[in-house]
């Protein structure tokens, strides 16, 4: 029988160094108890520091505040990633300043259509609704359906109705609809514009989680693009490109140009490759180790002391925000991985986003160089 000793091997030391280092470990709390992360989006696109005022600057992180504290009450009492990722995205859709729920865009038509979908990292249970009209917290309604619906995705009558059997909260139009989000609508049809012109940032409103027993959960919540027609659905409800959940790697809910967001499937893009990712750079790590006399690997790396490190996770991220790139979209992600890395990455000049986790980080930002 082959004698695994330990390895003091430099060249093994420094890769190990490496993996473990680069960008902090979040996993677990300073106290050395399982640990919790959270992170959360209120969209992202063109966003100028310059015409943003301090007052609407200081409201808009106010808002993602306290749907970030929403979320930290949860997981800080020792509950769920699944109830955390609710608590923080209900506000947001509550919220005129964000283009979900309330103070969602306006359809060509001038309807208020609100889609959302949440993901179990436990089980990979999933549920999703688009095109709803009357539910007050689509959220709600998404994770209805993942718990009491044989489906996954819902859509129009169908969802208001499940919604009606099920006593979800409704609102009248009214709700739903701002000034603001009207004018919008009226200036792209006055001035024959695209959504991108009256849009200048992607609004839907998302949340990822790690909770104290180790389970991911992601939510994302949208009103869609100004003026968009013929039912058009973008990533948001899509599970794999707006929303995705898998204990194995990670929890991604997504913002942006809807349409290259799905044709990357961007969600489950990247937790695929962080899955892959970790195997690889455990497989680089054994490579290294030194061999004995018949050329045996003298150690073997197991994957519980090797977890996957913060840089990696975020490479992995920035390359599929990359590819959405390349293809002509635009927009941005948050992540929390199950070592409790709770990132970003986008390609606009900014996003509405926070985070935080059991090791003290908090914090709120807009624009890119934040």
Same mark, same amino acid.
């Given at each position: 029988m082959?004698?695994?000793?330990?390895?003091?091997?430099?060249?093994?030391?420094l890769f190990f160094a490496l993996a473990m280092s680069s960008i902090p470990q979040t996993g677990h709390a300073q106290d050395g108890k399982p640990g919790w992360s959270i992170a959360i989006h209120g969209g992202a696109g063109t966003l100028d520091p310059d015409k943003m005022t301090a007052e609407q600057k200081a409201a808009y992180e106010a808002a993602l505040q306290n749907a970030l504290d929403a979320g930290k009450e949860i997981l800080a009492n020792g509950g769920s990633a699944m109830d955390a990722v609710k608590a923080a995205i209900i506000p947001l859709e509550d919220d005129p300043l964000f283009n979900a729920g309330r103070g969602a865009v306006f359809t060509w038509e001038g309807r208020n259509e609100l889609d959302a979908s949440i993901m179990d990292g436990r089980d990979r249970s999933a549920g999703a609704v688009t095109g709803v009209?009357?539910?007050?917290?689509?959220?709600?309604l998404a994770d209805k359906v993942r718990i009491e619906s044989p489906h996954v995705f819902l859509m129009g009558e169908g969802a208001e109705q499940f919604a009606s059997e099920n006593g979800l909260e409704t609102a009248n139009p009214e709700w739903f609809a701002t000034e603001r989000r009207l004018r919008s609508l009226e200036? &792209?049809?006055a001035d024959k514009l695209s959504a991108l012109d009256v849009d200048h940032k992607f609004g839907t409103v998302g949340?990822?989680?790690?909770? &104290?027993?180790?389970?991911?959960?992601?939510?994302?919540?949208?009103?869609? &693009?100004?003026?968009k027609r013929w039912g058009r659905i973008g990533d948001a409800p899509v599970i794999g490109a707006g929303t995705y959940a898998d204990n194995r790697s990670c929890a991604v809910s997504a913002t942006g140009w809807g349409e290259y967001f799905i044709r990357v499937g961007v969600a489950q893009e990247i937790c695929t490759r962080l899955r892959y990712r970790f195997r690889m750079d455990v497989a680089a790590?054994?490579?290294?180790?030194?061999k004995d006399a018949d050329g045996l690997p003298t150690y073997i790396i197991h994957a519980s002391e090797f977890p996957l490190s913060a840089q990696s996770a975020q490479e992995e991220a920035d390359q599929v925000m990359a590819e959405v790139k390349e293809l002509g979209g635009d927009g941005g992600i948050i992540m929390v991985t199950p070592e409790g890395h709770a990132l970003y990455s986008f390609?606009?000049?900014?996003m509405y986003r926070g985070r935080a986790t059991?090791?003290?980080l908090n914090e709120v930002a807009i624009f890119a160089e934040e």
């Open positions: 082959r004698n695994y000793l330990s390895v003091s091997s430099a060249v093994f030391a009209t009357t539910v007050k917290n689509p959220i709600l200036r &792209m049809k949340a990822v989680a790690l909770d &104290m027993d180790g389970n991911l959960a992601a939510g994302t919540s949208t009103g869609g &693009m100004t003026g790590i054994q490579s290294v180790v030194p390609n606009t000049t900014g059991s090791d003290g």
